[in-house]
């Protein structure tokens, strides 16, 4: 277990597959986590080097999950992509979380970059990755159709250098 100042990054157990499709489905929360139809999902694992489940650490409430996947070890590049629960939005533990994995990462995995995608429309998490120090490295255009339109979606990154530099 791993904790900031407000957050508990655990491992994930059996108990959470409740609180994760109730997450995965929430209908703000879906549309911003997937290029998938928008349907009801079920047990959906991802293979991750570094998965958290994200709770309150004054409560222990489940709030979401973050995911760091190294897809080429070679190259020390990983993939990070969070979502947390709406009603936890806005009040800074995203940035917490973000930060702490981004950090964790660089250091105990010896990354060089870490990426991550982003659908155009999510204003509140470009702000927070670009607050980071992350830079848009992309944009795959009318990429996904949602809400009855096209979005794009960013591609974004920071390099350990640059994050040793900011942090």
């Known amino acids: 277990m791993l904790t900031t100042e407000h957050l508990i990054l655990r491992s994930y157990v059996e108990s959470d597959l409740d609180d994760l499709l109730r997450l995965w489905n929430d209908p703000l929360v879906q549309p911003f986590v997937t290029n ?3 349907t009801l999902l079920g047990p959906k694992w991802r293979q991750a080097t570094f998965g958290a489940i994200i709770a309150l650490k004054e409560t222990g409430e489940f709030m979401g999950q973050g995911l ?3 897809l080429e070890p070679k190259n020390r590049d990983g993939t990070f992509g969070i979502c947390l629960l709406p009603k936890f939005w806005s009040n800074g533990y995203g940035t917490e979380a973000t930060k702490f994995m981004i950090d964790y990462s660089f250091k105990w995995f010896g990354l060089n970059r870490l990426s991550l995608g982003v659908f155009a429309n999510n204003a509140r998490a470009i702000a927070v990755y670009e607050k980071l120090g992350f830079v ?3 944009r795959k255009r009318q ?3 949602m809400d009855n339109r096209w979005e794009d979606v960013l ?3 920071i390099l350990r250098d640059e994050w040793e530099r900011q942090h």
């Open 36 to 38: 998938d139809n928008v």
């Open 68 to 70: 760091v996947s190294i």
């Open 136 to 138: 848009m490295e992309g």
């Open 143 to 145: 990429a996904v159709w």
């Open 155 to 157: 591609t974004m990154g």
